[in-house]
């Protein structure tokens, strides 16, 4: 069962200061840091933006995200003490998946844009599972 795509009042965005610990030495963004920063977003998404907490889906409701796959363009550069917006949009939903489109920004120059599948799972099966009722409420009353 697809969804339609939401509409942009259902972005959800979150600013995101770039800190020392996500540089290299030449003062800019580690590529992969960009990812941690992206697994934030998801998890702020589904606390806040949702209402589902995401420690407890993972933790005694045991359903785990992992990724399956995943794009990233590296646009531009981000350095540290910036702040940059990072947004969530789902593309699609899946009976098992989520695709997420998500965007980090500044200063109205797209720095990196990535795609993200998802794929809920049983984490002591670490089979794939349908998605929760409560994730497909939430996900449609957005």
């Keep these: 069962m697809a969804a339609a795509a939401p509409s942009p009042a259902a972005r959800f965005e979150r600013d995101y200061r770039i800190r020392f610990s ?34 407890r889906l993972l933790g005694p409701r045991r359903i785990g995200l992992p990724i399956v796959r995943l794009e990233c363009d590296f646009r531009a550069i981000g350095r540290m003490g910036e702040t940059l917006t990072f947004g969530l949009a ?20 797209l720095r990196v844009a990535s795609r993200q599948v998802l794929v809920f799972t049983d984490l002591n099966t670490h089979r794939a599972i349908g998605l929760p009722e409560d994730v497909r409420a939430a996900l449609a009353a957005v």
Excluded: M
């Excluded at 789902?90 to 120059?109: H, P, Y």
């Design 90 to 109: 789902v593309e699609r939903v899946g009976g098992k998946s989520l695709t997420l489109a998500l965007e980090a920004s500044g200063d109205g120059v």
């Design 22 to 55: 996500h540089c290299d030495p030449a003062g800019i963004v580690f590529f992969p840091q960009y990812l941690v920063l992206f697994n934030q977003l998801v998890e702020d998404w589904f606390t806040e933006g949702l209402g589902i907490s995401y420690a």
